[in-house]
């Protein structure tokens, strides 16, 4: 089939290649003249495992080729894919979908009878009618049909999760659906379940689903909180909580809040988009201000985990994407710690495999080419990105050219015991040890052992306003006890 892609991004860029893999021609096309010269030379405008090999083979075979001239591009497509970019509008939140309507009104005079125009890029219910209703009034007499087919990629693992997804969902009419299985004929001969919907329950199983692993993930953020104060390990809760059918293991690794160019601004369109039809969503609503909450309190974590303000320390950051594998930093936790470290007067040192480049990573760090760099004369080690090569560290050769050999991990990639043997004082997010700031204290005591006096806290012991209790539990757990 003849397939042209409109958007030549993380999504529009995979979901080419593939199916151009899959024998299909592919022209992607881009408004952003610098990416398709750099797609034109060979090389990638992104950091997206198995895509570079994908690319060059179906670009020699001459199925995958990329344009800036869309009208050229989409004169003869038997189903043009929009792909463009839907990110927050900056006024209030809600999906812009400039692009996705531009994209609409440019291609309504190229089309060709019987075309199908998918929406892939995530947008509100409701978007499809619109695409439809700008290219029926740019041309009334065209026959062609627009459907919803919501992308479920992740950064990192993109090549993989296109190629063998949980579900292909598609909605629309019956001869675009048609149309639409039959160019991912190859997964549906594999027996990949494909979901029929409606275009607009299609357009919303994007938004709930992201916004319900959203959900899982500020869930267990929470429960981590819990752990911390309680003297429980979030990764032995997380553990039994996971074994539950019900529940399932995945998207229940606590750590610093999600990021990334879909959850943030997904869980915040579908906010919006309830608002607007009177149907809130108060648990999403939540979801997303205790994410932009976690973010910001990690600092707080740190300067914890040091036991002495930040002012002048260096603090060393092992990650800067939001997760590992991709060079994406769009929303990336990183970013809010390193606002918040600056506001500390914190001096920051960084390395990532991968991310040093981006534009969205602050300049007035210092950029490690290793994380034995980056730790060096450092007075806490953080580990913000679980790369695969922060599993493996070389502990010692890390302590010896730290100031302090204090790390807190973010990621849970260590244990407690044997950081201790080796001599670091180690915290990690969810365990025993870490509890963040001494102001929390109260908060800890368990409503039965509170006793109100004039207005006071007081224990029933009678003793302290500090957690004691809290505190035997925490040393009990750990060697390792929290600095005051
Ligand atoms: P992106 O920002 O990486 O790419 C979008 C591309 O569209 C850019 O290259 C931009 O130059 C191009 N573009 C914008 N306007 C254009 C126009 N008028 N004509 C031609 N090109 C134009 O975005 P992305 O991450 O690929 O996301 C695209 C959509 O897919 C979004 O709606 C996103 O929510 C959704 N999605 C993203 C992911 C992901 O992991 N990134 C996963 C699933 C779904």
Redesign the pocket.
């Known amino acids: 089939m003849r397939i042209c892609i409109?958007?030549?991004?993380?999504?529009?860029?995979v979901s080419g290649a593939c199916f151009a893999d899959w024998g299909h021609h592919v022209t992607c096309?881009?408004?952003?003249c610098d990416?398709i010269a750099i797609l034109n030379r060979g090389e990638l405008?992104?950091y997206e495992p198995g895509l570079a090999e994908i690319t060059e083979k179906n670009v020699k075979a001459g199925t995958l080729s990329f344009s800036t001239d869309?009208t050229a591009s989409a004169w003869n497509a038997d189903a043009v894919f929009i792909?463009?970019?839907?990110?927050p509008r900056p006024a209030d939140g809600h999906?812009d979908l400039s692009?996705v309507y531009?994209?609409a009104r440019?291609i309504a005079p190229a089309l060709s009878h019987g075309v199908v125009i998918v929406i892939?890029?995530?947008?509100p219910v409701g978007t499809c009618d619109e695409v439809e209703r700008l290219i029926s009034e740019r041309r009334p007499q065209l026959d062609f049909q627009v459907a919803s087919n919501?992308?479920?990629?992740?950064?990192g693992a993109?090549i993989r999760d296109f190629k063998k997804p949980d579900r292909i969902v598609i909605g629309g009419e019956r001869c675009a659906c048609e149309r639409i299985a039959e160019i991912y004929r190859p997964l549906v001969l594999d027996r990949t379940p494909v979901v029929y919907t409606s275009r607009r329950s299609g357009e919303l199983i994007?938004y709930a689903s992201n916004a319900f692993l959203a959900t899982k993930i500020a869930y267990i953020n929470e429960v981590a909180d819990i752990c911390e104060r309680v003297g429980a390990d979030v990764q032995e809760v997380a553990h039994g909580m996971g074994l539950d059918s019900r529940i399932g293991p995945k998207f229940l690794n606590a750590g610093p809040g999600f990021g990334?160019?879909?959850f943030p601004?997904?869980t915040l369109a579908l906010m919006k988009m309830a608002e607007d039809v009177d149907a809130p969503m108060r648990i999403v609503e939540s979801v997303f201000t205790a994410n932009e909450r976690r973010k910001r309190a990690m600092v707080r974590k740190i300067s914890a985990a040091l036991g002495t303000p930040l002012l002048g320390k260096t603090v060393a950051l092992l990650g800067l994407t939001f997760k590992p594998d991709t060079d994406?930093m769009?929303e990336a936790p990183s970013i809010s710690l390193i606002a918040g470290l600056r506001d500390m007067r914190a001096l920051v040192r960084a390395y990532d495999p991968v991310a040093a480049d981006q534009k969205a990573v602050p300049r007035d760090i210092t950029c490690c080419v290793s994380p034995y760099e980056a730790a060096k004369g450092a007075d806490v080690l953080v580990v913000v990105t679980e790369w695969e090569e922060f599993r493996n560290l070389e502990l010692k050769r890390l302590k010896e050219v730290m100031r302090s050999p204090i790390m807190l991990d973010l990621r849970g990639l260590y244990s407690a015991d044997s950081m201790n043997r080796i001599g670091f004082r180690y915290y990690r997010i969810g365990a025993p040890q870490l509890v963040p700031t001494a102001r929390a204290a109260p908060r800890q005591i368990a409503p039965s052992r509170r006793l109100h006096m004039n207005g006071a806290e007081k224990h029933t012991n009678g003793s302290a306003r500090k957690p004691k209790r809290q505190r035997r539990i925490a040393a009990a757990a750990s060697p390792t006890t929290l600095p005051a």
């Open positions: 409109v958007g030549t991004g993380y999504v529009g860029l096309v881009d408004a952003d990416k405008p992104i869309l792909t463009v970019g839907t990110p999906a692009s531009a994209v440019e892939k890029s995530t947008v919501p992308e479920f990629l992740r950064a993109a994007k990334g160019s879909c601004k997904d994406d769009r």
